[in-house]
């Protein structure tokens, strides 16, 4: 194996072995908890321009299987394991991750100490980061790395969504319009379980064109950067909440609902990314163990005095926002992602709520459901 080097912006240095394709890249850095489900991490729209520490030591040991992917590419901009195996041993695995990696020209580091790397980011913050393998000097590196751009005012959601509007036909009644910022394949999927059709949006749709096509509900996706840096999609996404079509927001579909009425968003010190994050739905009282990936969270602050917004769920281990809904309006959303199945499925009854609302054509937003 090459060797390879780790930098972080603050001239933090990590040295170790490349994986997947020898060369360079950068991203911000950033950690996810997971134990397992690398790859539809790997693939997931909301990584795009990250480089991912995974915590669990052991990653490529079960390799890749086909149709377990989120999207249609890897997102993620580099991969940092403490132990990495390029051969695998999992019944019906149709490669390598190794291989996949190269396939998807990724480039990696291996045999660092992610729990060191981990404590870093948790204690300064996440923060931009270089891996090269290809023999680049350290000082032409930190060069490369002062060039990145900030994740902070970025918007890359543009960068992800489909170009052209496209449907996947349901067996239901109900059609879904979904805007999509970054969406895994895995919204389409829950919805169409439930027997919608959906089309799937450019995130530059205008919202006329959206009503136009008469949706029974509306669905914004998960995506990756700043969604206060995204005032046209956010001016839409306010057209089509007033339009009275029940609507669900799902992470950076969250946060554009938020930006909609006037609510702030800000940039987490080091942001929620993992399957294991414990939230409590504050209607029922229940816990919900849930799947995230954000570095962007609703400011509280700017919520003091909306009586027009209540929160609806709450992230135990900060209290940070995790879900709210509009009064008076079918609109909700959540931070997490309930489309994800971390072993529970938790919060899959966000979906059945969303068209509870639809078939009672907005007339109420089921709470319990």
């Known amino acids: 194996m090459e ?3 780790l930098i972080l912006e603050d001239g933090t240095v990590f040295l170790g072995k490349a994986v997947g394709k020898v060369g ?3 991203g911000e850095i950033a950690f996810n908890t ?3 489900g690398y790859q539809e991490i790997f693939t997931d729209p909301s990584y795009f321009r990250q480089i991912l520490v995974m915590n669990s ?4 040991n079960y390799g890749v299987k086909d149709g377990e992917e989120e999207s249609d590419d890897v997102m993620i901009s580099g991969l940092v394991t403490k132990e990495f195996s390029a051969t695998y041993s999992r019944p019906g695995a149709t490669g390598s991750l190794q291989d996949y990696l190269v396939q998807n020209d990724l480039s990696g580091i291996t045999g660092v100490d992610t729990r060191a790397i981990v404590r870093h980011i948790r204690d300064k913050g996440a923060m931009n980061a270089i891996i090269s393998s290809d023999g680049t000097s350290e000082e032409a590196l930190k060069e490369q790395l002062a060039q990145v751009p900030s994740m902070a ?3 890359l959601a543009s960068q992800v969504s489909c170009k052209e509007a496209y449907t996947v036909e349901g067996d239901g009644a109900h059609h879904i319009a979904l805007l999509d910022l970054g969406t895994k394949s895995n919204i389409i999927r829950s919805l169409k379980e439930r027997g919608c059709t959906v089309t799937v949006y450019p995130s530059n749709t205008k919202a006329e064109t959206i009503l136009e096509s008469g949706p029974d509900g509306i669905q914004f996706s998960n995506g990756p950067g700043d969604p206060s840096a995204m005032e046209d999609v956010v001016g839409e996404v306010r057209k089509l909440v007033d339009s009275g079509v029940p609507c669900f927001g799902i992470c950076l579909g969250h946060q554009v609902i938020a930006l909609s009425q006037g609510i702030q968003t800000r940039k987490m010190h080091h942001g929620h990314r993992g399957i294991n994050h414990p939230v409590i739905d504050l209607q029922s009282g229940k816990g919900e163990i849930t799947s995230q990936n ?3 969270v609703i400011d ?3 919520l003091d005095g909306r009586d027009d917004i209540e929160i609806t769920h709450r992230h135990l281990n900060d209290g940070t926002v995790a879900g709210i809904r509009l009064k008076g309006k079918p609109v909700f959303s959540v931070q997490y992602h ?5 072993g529970p499925h938790d919060s899959r009854y966000l979906f059945d709520r969303f068209i509870n609302a639809v078939k009672t054509k907005g007339a109420s937003i089921e709470l319990s459901a």
């Open 3 to 5: 060797k390879a080097i």
């Open 24 to 26: 360079t890249t950068t």
């Open 34 to 36: 997971g134990m397992t």
């Open 57 to 60: 030591v052991h990653i490529g």
């Open 153 to 155: 005012g970025l918007e």
């Open 294 to 296: 954000h570095g962007f």
């Open 300 to 302: 509280e602050s700017s």
């Open 338 to 342: 309930p489309e994800a199945c971390p």
